[in-house]
């Protein structure tokens, strides 16, 4: 009886022990190979790091090691806390990186645009005992920080990135990268992490999507209405209204709304210059508002200024057709967007070059002769009617009339 209780609690121990190990994060049986120990540590979500911290609330400093695994190129590591907010603008960086000569830099950097290039500088607050270590393919910063104020939680942010000879470079910004998701905001005291996309990116997709739909597939459907469906007389005026309520629309999310956002984009990504996207998008709006206040003061049809407006519409028309659908493609290459995106919309602009060709060949092939056929018998019936009302003496011309429109037909 006694073997069997001892065995129960035997079997319940290890159960719990096991249990207890399971709920411990992996970093929790790092060893670091200088015996250091820390009290708290966290497996960040992305990117293969981890942080490993001692927090001292007396006098508000936390001594911290951010470690990233994986390495078997030459790259750079940082991990920053930015005290004003949570994003990347006003963090304040610990960097390193290996030099070519073999050496590892370790130093402070403050983020102050988007461009930045991480260069050396002293950040808000004081950091002592700097160091790294780049072996057993990881690379690890150790740094004690003396944070100001009474607070135990923090914005934190941790990024890897490719390195030019001794230059740090920009790392990925492509929203599906996991580099625009190491951000987030972590309690010393509670261990507790937190993690949260960046606001940026989700405008990114909000500018890209609004622009993509207005000048990428409205303003073609518009324009595929004005040029064909006005050829039909019973579609009049009805393919003016579809037309402008289409072009009105496009210019609202494209115009107004997407060039609202990639102004504001522009704003806030300082040292972040995508040059060609930038001027094509101000072309294009500067076209599209030019066609909105032109269709309000358009001339008369029988106005001897038409013709020069008709001309002004179209060739402002083809060229916002062009340049929009150009820059539509740029906006998926500054954005690295999946393969699945190019391709619907790849999708979407043949199916209507199709459509357009088949009603171009409808339009000039079919609508043309029906219309023909009609005036050549109408015409038929007029000229045997006025022969016959005269003398015998045009009977010769007569002839001659009904011989050419036998050619016709």
């Known amino acids: 009886m006694a073997c069997n209780w001892i065995f129960l609690i035997t079997i319940f121990l290890a159960v719990l ?3 207890c190990i399971a709920q411990q994060p992996p970093c929790a049986t790092y060893k670091f190979s200088n015996n250091r120990q820390f009290s708290s540590c966290s497996d960040l979500p992305v990117l293969s790091s981890s942080l490993h911290w001692n927090y001292h609330p007396s006098s508000n400093e936390v001594d911290v090691a951010f470690r990233h695994t994986g390495v078997t190129d030459r790259r750079w590591i940082a991990w920053a806390v930015n005290p004003t907010s949570g994003g990347m603008i006003g ?3 610990i960097v390193s990186f290996p030099r070519m000569d073999g050496s590892l830099a370790v130093y402070t950097s403050p983020i102050t645009s988007y461009g930045t290039r991480l260069e050396q500088g002293n950040l808000s607050f004081p950091v002592l005992d700097l160091s790294a270590t780049n072996q057993n393919n990881e690379m690890i910063i150790y740094a004690n920080l003396k944070l100001h104020g009474n607070i135990s939680t923090v914005n934190h942010l941790w990024q890897v ?4 000879e001794n230059t740090p470079m920009m790392h990925s910004v492509a929203p599906s990268s996991p580099n625009v998701k190491s951000m987030g905001t972590l309690d010393f005291l509670s261990g507790r992490i937190t993690t949260r996309r960046s606001s940026s990116s989700t ?3 909000i500018h890209g999507i609004l622009n993509t739909v207005s000048w990428g597939i409205l303003m073609p459907i518009g324009a595929v209405i004005a040029r064909y469906l006005k050829r039909f007389e019973s579609a009049d005026p009805l393919w003016f209204y579809l037309h402008v309520s289409c072009q009105l629309l496009a210019y609202i999310l494209g115009g107004l709304a997407g060039f609202g956002t990639g102004i504001f984009l522009g704003a806030r990504s300082h040292g972040v210059e995508h040059s060609c996207h930038k001027i094509i998008g101000i072309v294009l709006f500067c076209l599209a508002t030019a066609q909105v206040f032109g269709g309000l003061v358009r ?5 001897k200024y038409r013709p020069f407006f008709n001309w002004f519409h179209f060739l ?4 916002t057709l062009i340049l929009g659908i150009f820059n539509i493609y740029k906006g998926f290459d500054i954005l690295h967007a999946a393969k699945f995106w190019r391709l619907a919309y790849s999708g979407i602009i043949l199916t209507l070059l199709l459509a357009t060709l088949l009603l171009e060949i409808c339009t000039r092939w079919c609508v043309p002769r029906t219309k ?4 050549n018998s ?3 019936k007029h000229v045997h009617c006025h022969c016959s009302s005269f003398n015998g003496s045009l009977d010769m011309g007569c002839a001659m009339l009904h011989w050419n429109l036998r050619l016709i037909e």
Request: hydrophobic share 30%; aromatic share 0%; glycine share 10%.
């Open 378 to 380: 109408v015409g038929k």
């Open 372 to 375: 023909l056929s009609l005036s």
């Open 91 to 93: 963090s304040q960086a």
């Open 299 to 303: 001339p008369d049809k029988d106005s």
């Open 17 to 19: 022990a096991l249990s």
């Open 161 to 164: 990135g490719p390195m030019s």
């Open 316 to 319: 402002a028309g083809c060229s």
């Open 203 to 205: 405008l990114k997709n």
